[in-house]
């Protein structure tokens, strides 16, 4: 599995970052702009993981960048990458579960396709299919849970998985069984009797 | 060596373990056939599940220059203003009236505030609502422990209300300026109170809620009020609510849970010594927003009359409001009673509980001046509230 560099930047350079320009509460342009440039991709792969839709995906990473623009620095704590991660990953899940509730996942699988189509037709319309079931089950867990198993299938460790979720580096393994049993538990009540986990 | 655990084990398949962790756990597999076969069993559920969330993965990155270009427009066209979720844009530019922000904000009182456990109505009102003025309804509230109704209403919540914008954990602040600076108002003080208070700066936040009138029916059904007709007019009709960023300052023996708990949660529900325990909020106005089309104060009868006035009662309570501008407050009859008081230059509302089990009675004292709610809220009698009123910064 590859563990991405969550923050494009070392240490002394997120100090930087965090030392806003102003009243302690804006970045400056410059390495604001890096830090956009370097994370986007990966934040915005993320989130479509969630969402399934790039559109979508791109509206919502756009937001979270624009929160944590306006979001008050908070002196040395705070974390640009957990608090963009975490961000961005509910927003998406809130969506989820929004598009759930009012049944368009089928709508998404039209689209996903569209988007998406590969050499055999069956194949891409089978994978779209299995996409929307996976949303479905991740639409129906805790958030926090939700979250936790697609950083952790974007390749998070689990310090930054603790770093980007706000819980502690230890029980990362712990939180991650539970939410792969609520997972498997939500997804065989969906499709039990179609598919086997 | 015991067996291993789940985390060890957990640790393990995902290449998460220190070295000296790792040498241990495998000596001991090594000699375990339960372990192993353990290890085996949770092996193969995480690499099926990891297979599974793989497939969601996008089959192309996406640019970052361009959308950083939009980020730009978007910084060029809404600069400094104050912050404003973006899928609420849409809303407020089509409903731009702050008015409607009482109304909107009273609708929200029906189903999100007036069906809670009456210990903590106080802090989903202070949660969810700002306005110019406060009116104060007493109602029949024993419906809180019907558990049907409180299902009822949590499911509404759970499916019908998206939070747009998550306030998040409170940032907790070593003093007023730097709570200022955070919040973007003047935090005030005590100033006749020596020990520092501890300051909690409470992040912006947003709710859309999508309305439905069979769910609402419901609720008013599970009351026992059959004979009242929400109107099927309702169904789909979207209020927008966003709260700025807000403080609560503790003073004296706090519970830790103060804010933010949830109605009937343990934190709740377990006894706590809170004696000198003073709460002071101070909460900039919301902007809320409804559909120009949805019928508030039909709504808000319909739901004076759910908690126990007759239809004439609330028909008259109605028709004495400024629906525009006023947060109403619902308080439980038979527990509170409220007085008006001259505070800060303003009329505000004390709301005083009932005495029981010979503890102190608990009050709120709530004003709102220049755009701000404050809410003085603790034991021991209204005098207390009064005379840290006067001491304000």
């Keep these: ?197 | 060596m015991k067996c291993l655990t789940d985390q060890t084990l957990r640790a393990l398949i995902d290449q998460e373990s220190p070295n000296l962790e790792r040498e241990d756990a495998n000596r001991h597999l090594a000699q375990c056939a339960d372990c192993r076969s353990r290890l085996q069993r949770m092996s193969r559920e995480t690499v099926q599940t990891g297979d599974i969330l793989a497939s969601l993965a996008p089959r192309k990155l996406t640019e970052p220059a361009p959308a950083f270009d939009r980020f730009q427009a978007r910084l060029a066209s809404e600069g400094n203003a104050p912050a404003r979720p973006r899928f609420l844009r849409g809303f407020f530019s089509v409903h731009p009236l702050p008015a409607w922000g009482a109304l909107a904000t009273t609708a929200l009182i029906v189903v999100l505030v007036m069906f809670a456990p009456a210990r903590s109505w106080t802090q989903h009102v202070l949660a969810m609502l700002r306005v110019e003025k406060v009116t104060v309804v007493p109602l029949d509230l024993k419906f809180d422990k019907n558990s049907d109704t409180q299902e009822l209403v949590r499911k509404v919540i759970s499916d019908e209300v998206t939070v747009t914008l998550s306030a998040g954990k409170p940032q907790f602040v070593g003093d007023a300026s730097q709570a200022t600076q955070m919040a973007g108002f003047p935090v005030r003080t005590f100033t006749d109170v020596k020990e520092s208070p501890k300051i909690g700066v409470v992040g912006e936040q947003s709710y859309v809620m999508k309305l439905d009138q069979s769910r609402l029916q419901a609720i008013v059904d599970s009351i026992g009020k059959t004979d009242l007709q929400v109107p099927e007019s309702i169904n789909g009709q979207m209020i927008a609510v966003h709260i700025p960023k807000s403080v609560f300052l503790r003073y004296g023996n706090c519970p830790e849970k103060h804010t933010g708990s949830k109605a009937g949660s343990e934190d709740q529900k377990k006894p706590s010594d809170s004696s000198g325990c003073v709460m002071f909020a101070e909460v900039p106005s919301p902007v809320v927003s409804v559909p120009h089309e949805l019928n508030v104060p039909q709504l808000f009868q319909i739901a004076l009359q759910a908690g126990g006035m007759s239809p004439e009662e609330a028909r008259t309570f109605a028709s004495k409001l400024d629906w525009k501008s006023t947060l109403v407050v619902p308080i439980p009859r038979r527990a509170s009673s409220y007085s008006e008081e001259q505070v800060d230059g303003v009329t505000g509302k004390l709301i005083t509980g009932r005495q029981s089990r010979g503890q102190p009675p608990e009050y709120t004292l709530i004003w709102v001046k220049k755009g701000i709610i404050y809410s003085i809220h603790g034991s021991g009698g209204p005098e207390q509230a009064r005379a840290l009123a006067k001491t304000l910064s």
């Design chain 1, 1 to 197: 599995m590859d563990v991405p560099v969550l923050a494009g930047l070392n240490e002394a350079e997120l100090g930087n970052i965090n030392r806003p320009d102003r009243a302690s509460s804006s970045w400056t342009e410059e390495a604001f702009r890096r830090f956009f440039l370097e994370n986007y991709a990966r934040l915005s792969a993320v989130v479509f993981r969630i969402v399934g839709d790039y559109s979508r995906a791109e509206e919502l990473t756009d937001e979270a960048f624009w929160r944590l623009y306006r979001q008050p620095c908070g002196g040395n704590t705070f974390n640009p990458n957990g608090w963009l991660y975490r961000t961005a990953s509910r927003l998406a899940i809130d969506s989820l579960r929004a598009e759930a509730r009012r049944g368009r996942f089928e709508q998404e699988v039209g689209s996903s396709l569209l988007a998406g189509s590969g050499p055999n037709p069956l194949d891409a319309v089978l994978e779209a299919e299995r996409c929307t079931q996976v949303r479905k089950a991740l639409a129906i867990l805790r958030p926090l849970q939700a979250q936790l198993l697609i950083l952790r299938a974007s390749g998070f460790s689990y310090q930054e998985l603790a770093a980007a979720l706000n819980v502690k580096p230890g029980s990362v393994g712990t939180r991650l069984i539970r939410a792969e049993a609520a997972f498997r538990k939500s997804y065989m009540k969906l499709y039990g009797n179609k598919e086997e986990l």
